[in-house]
């Protein structure tokens, strides 16, 4: 079986690999927080939220932090076997190349 054919393309970007692993690492995360790990601007921060979850790979939570909007990120079920088979394809085609 050709391990290229289970990549997935929705993680070709460094940005919603960076996301997704951080989403697997941690129950949950803020806007903020992505932000900073990842060091990038608000608006491509967004644009690859959104791409992630129109996927249905994460799910997008809003709330309130006593007045202040906090909006917190968490990987679906449906996006932690995605990003895993993604991973699996990956390291195995690292381990064909040795």
Known sequence: MN?????NKV????????????LMVNDEINFNELK???QITD???????KGLEESGYIQVLKGFIGRKTNTTY?????????????LDAL???INNSK
């Open 3 to 7: 391990p290229i054919l289970h990549l």
């Open 11 to 22: 993680f070709d970007n460094r940005i919603r690999l960076g996301i997704m692993s951080a």
């Open 36 to 38: 900073e790990l990842l």
């Open 43 to 49: 608006g491509n921060l967004a644009s690859h939220i």
């Open 74 to 86: 968490l990987a679906t079920k449906e996006g932690q076997l995605a990003f895993k088979r993604h």
């Open 91 to 93: 390291e195995q085609m």
